[in-house]
Every structure is written in structure tokens, then in C-alpha cells.
């Protein structure tokens, strides 16, 4: 992503206060990248660094973090010894019980919030480099995989991570690709990827997250989910842009711009596209069409141990057979698509959302949850002022079409 050097160097010097090695970072969120109609939570950095301060426009949004370690437990305890004050309550059981609330409850995240370093106000999860890679590999949570099939600032970079990303981003514009028509725009491509992360999500039903919040990440950052996807886009040969702006040579950096794009419906192609969705995500969707199409138990199985692909001897690019043909040509494939992800993202999103009054203790959990509420509020009262400012020119176009009628 392009960002401010600035900006970068400050985030970056975030991380040098941190003793403990970190391998992986990656910011993210409305205090790094522009969100249209994004309010602020009232969150206040004491002394940011004139570089945040001006990025964020005087907002003083709090900034995510993500650290990927090697070791949960080594790298706890060093943080412990350094920085007791990030922690709750629960650090003075010791890096041991920290690291086993990290990795043995909902998506192997542990969050410290409302830290501040360097002047700045952050929060920053914990996780171990395996459990990150296998959730963009394999989607069996989709918490992290969901976050970084968004725009993001990496300011640590791992080529195991990297690597398990490309495969993760590829994963997120197949799916949104099934989950849209043959005609769409580049907008609701990058709104149905944008959300992916966002359904069966606990915070989403409660008053506490905007609910235009999808709308809001893609309208302000067009040109860097497009630096994402266009280059994937260009090796898939089910989808196009078909636009005449795609000839001139500044369209990819053009944030005004939506183009218009077309995939191929041939069942064998979609086929494909199933047959190559991550392992753990593809098995929930199997089982949502084993029950659809009333399968037997024993030929499902049998079709399943034909499909693995450890047992495969010739290692070879996955190619759908007629099951993902026929699921492709389903009339349901929308609705079972969404239904496994939410299956996949409700339990472990709503457990971490439980262990943040553990990891954040209570008081900073109340504030946050404040804060989040503060949020809606704002974005409601936003979208009833925009509804009813627009509504008198409504009634105005009105009048003036029935008066020229009379």
C-alpha cells in the first residue's frame, strides 16, 4: 500500500519500543486508512508525533496493531517484564496463562488496548506465526484472514506470511466472485470482499459497530483495494474489466473511477473456483450441499477421500469434478456460500469478543464498548440528517414534475 513515509516511520518506531521480537506487523483500521462518513470515537493520542497527528487530520483515532510472533509464551514473558501495564489483571497469572488464553480460545488473538506508546494511543493483538498463516491459508476462523483482505499497512514483512496472504486474497475474490452475477461493478466487488469478514460477526447485530461501515472502507480506499486485486484479477481467466479506462496508464491509482467487469458463468470454470477454496471453508460448504442435495453418508465420504488432496500422489492444481459443477450451477450457492461463512466467523468472533473483558479488563472494556456505541450513535444520526436533508429536494422534484402535469 502507499502511504505516507512519515506516517510509515512513525508506526514503524511504535514497534522499536517493544523488546520482545516481533516477526509480522501489519497496522490497519479507520487510524490508518481513510473511511467516508467514519466518526471519530473520541479516542486521543496525549503526544502523537506531528506525522500521525496530520495523517489522521487532528481525529485522534486510536491505531490497531497486529503482531506475528514465533513463540506466544517467550514473547509474552519478555513483553511482561517490560511493559506489566499493557496487561490486565490477567498478566499477573504469568506468560503461561496469557499464552494459553491467546491460543486456546477464539481466533489465537490476544489484545492489549488502549496502550500508549510513543505518544500514541494502539491496540495490538498477539499471534503466533502458524496460527496466522493457517487462517489465510485454510480459513477455519477467517479473523485474521478477514483483516488482511482489506488494505493494510505491513510494516514487518515474513515471506511465510506473504506468501499464505497471496493465497488468502485470491480465496477472497473467488468467493466474491461467487457470491456475485454475471455483470457487476468494481465497487460491489470490493464491498462483497470487504464484508466477507463482517458476516455472522457478533458486533455487527449489536448496537456497537456502524452499519455502513463496509461502504465506508471501500469509498475511501478504492485505489488501494484495487492495488490488491487488479493484478489478480488480470491472471484469472473467468474475470474481466470491461471498461476503455483500463487503457490509460494512471486508471489503477484513480479512486474516482468504478469500472464496470463481467465473469464467466461456465459451470466447469465456477467449478473450478470451489474446488480451490480453502480446505476448511471448502468442507463446510460440501457439508451445507451434502444435506442440500441429500447425499448418502458413505458416497459423500467416499467423494471426500477422492477429493484430498495430502492423499493425491501427483501433486497437481485442483480441478472441480461434478459435484463442484453441480454446486456451481446451484440456484442456492449464494445463500449456502454466505451460511459457511458465518459458520466459520461466528463462534470464534464472538469468543474473542468475550476474552477482550479478560484480555482488556474491565474498565478499558467498558470504554471501548463506549466508544463503539458513541460510534453507531454518530453514524446513525449521520445517515437520519442525510436522509432527511435529501428528502425536502425529493418532495420538491415532486411538486415541480406535478405542476408542470397540471
Not at 499464505?164 to 461467487?178: E, F, G, I, P, T
Not at 458486533?203 to 488501494?224: F, W
Not at 474516482?256 to 470451489?274: E, F, H, T, W, Y
Not at 436522509?387 to 422534484?397: C, N, S, V
Request: proline share 5%; charged share 25%.
Amino acid at each position: 500500500m502507499i502511504i505516507n513515509q512519515e506516517f510509515k516511520e512513525a508506526l514503524r518506531q511504535i514497534l522499536w519500543q517493544f523488546r520482545a521480537p516481533i516477526r509480522y506487523a501489519f497496522a490497519y483500521g479507520s487510524g490508518v486508512f481513510t473511511q467516508t462518513g467514519a466518526a471519530s470515537t473520541g479516542s486521543t493520542h496525549p503526544s502523537a508525533p506531528p506525522a500521525i497527528q496530520k495523517m489522521q487530520q487532528g481525529s485522534g483515532k486510536m491505531i490497531d496493531f497486529i503482531f506475528g510472533v514465533s513463540y506466544s509464551q517467550h514473547w509474552h514473558d519478555l513483553n511482561l517484564h517490560q511493559h506489566r501495564d499493557h496487561y490486565s489483571g490477567l498478566g499477573s497469572l504469568g506468560s503461561y496463562m496469557v499464552s494459553q488464553v491467546q491460543d486456546k480460545f477464539g481466533a489465537g488473538v490476544y489484545f492489549n488496548t488502549h496502550i500508549t506508546v510513543n505518544g500514541t494511543l494502539i491496540k495490538y493483538g498477539v499471534v503466533n506465526l502458524d496460527t496466522l498463516c493457517t487462517d489465510l491459508t485454510q480459513w477455519n476462523t477467517l479473523y485474521l484472514a478477514g483483516r488482511l483482505q482489506k488494505p493494510v499497512k505491513i510494516l514487518r514483512d515474513h515471506p511465510k506470511v506473504r506468501l499464505a496472504n497471496q493465497m488468502n486474497l485470491l480465496s477472497a475474490l473467488r468467493v466474491a466472485l461467487l457470491l456475485l452475477p454475471e455483470r457487476f461493478s468494481e465497487f460491489e466487488l470490493y464491498s462483497t470482499i470487504a464484508g466477507i469478514s463482517y458476516m455472522g460477526d457478533l458486533r455487527m447485530v449489536l448496537p456497537t459497530e456502524d452499519p455502513g461501515k463496509v461502504r465506508n472502507i471501500v469509498s475511501g480506499q478504492m485505489a488501494h483495494f484495487r492495488r490488491l486485486y487488479a493484478p489478480l484479477i488480470s491472471n484469472l481467466p473467468n474475470v474481466t474489466f470491461q471498461d476503455p479506462r483500463c487503457s490509460q496508464n494512471d486508471w489503477i491509482d484513480d479512486p474516482d473511477s468504478i469500472l464496470a467487469m463481467v465473469q464467466d458463468m461456465d459451470p466447469i470454470k465456477r467449478g473450478n473456483m470451489v474446488r480451490r477454496l480453502p480446505e476448511s471453508f471448502r468442507q463446510k460448504l460440501y457439508f451445507q450441499y451434502q444435506s442440500r442435495f441429500a447425499i448418502p453418508r458413505a458416497e459423500f465420504n467416499k467423494m471426500m477421500e477422492e477429493n484430498d488432496d495430502s492423499k493425491q500422489e501427483i501433486v497437481r492444481r485442483p480441478q472441480g469434478g461434478p459435484f463442484e459443477r453441480r454446486i456451481a450451477e446451484d440456484d442456492h450457492l449464494q445463500e449456502e456460500v454466505s451460511a459457511s461463512i458465518s459458520k466459520t466467523i461466528r463462534w470464534p468472533s464472538t469468543v474473542q469478543t468475550i476474552k477482550g473483558t479478560l484480555t482488556a479488563g474491565v474498565g478499558k472494556s467498558l470504554t471501548y464498548l463506549k466508544e463503539k456505541r458513541d460510534k453507531h450513535r454518530k453514524a446513525q444520526a449521520h445517515k437520519a440528517l442525510t436522509e432527511k436533508t435529501q428528502k425536502p429536494d425529493t418532495t420538491e422534484k415532486v411538486e415541480k414534475t406535478q405542476e408542470k402535469k397540471d
